[in-house]
C-alpha cells in the first residue's frame, strides 16, 4: 500500500481509539481500521505511550461477535461508530468504513483456538 493510504488508514485508528475512550457503548473498527490497530499494537512503546496519554489506561483490542440481539447488529454497531467518531470531533474517512470487522471467529478474543 502507499503512504498515503497508509496515513489514511493510521488516522481512522486514531480517531476510533479516541472514540472508544470517550464513548460507553461497544464500537468495533472496519476490516481496514483494524489493520491499522494491528499495525500501532506492534509498535508497542508508542502504542502503550499513545494509550496512556489518551485513556490513562492500555486500550487492549479483544475483540467480540457483534450480534443483533446483545449489540444491534454489525450495521448498527457500524453507525454507532461513526457516531463516535463524530461525537469525539472528527469526521469519519467514510471510504474506509465500508462495514465493521467480521469477528465472528473471535470467540477466544483473537485467537485461533477452539471454544
Known sequence: MGPEYARRIMAETVKFLVAGVECDEPLSPSETVDVGW??????????????????????????????EKTHGGAKNVRQRTLDAITAAGFEADLPLWPEVADCHQCHAGCHDSPK
Open 38 to 67: 494491528h499495525t500501532f499494537i506492534l509498535h508497542t512503546a508508542d502504542y502503550a505511550e499513545f494509550c496512556d496519554r489518551v485513556a490513562g489506561y492500555f486500550i487492549h483490542h479483544n475483540p467480540e461477535y457483534l450480534d
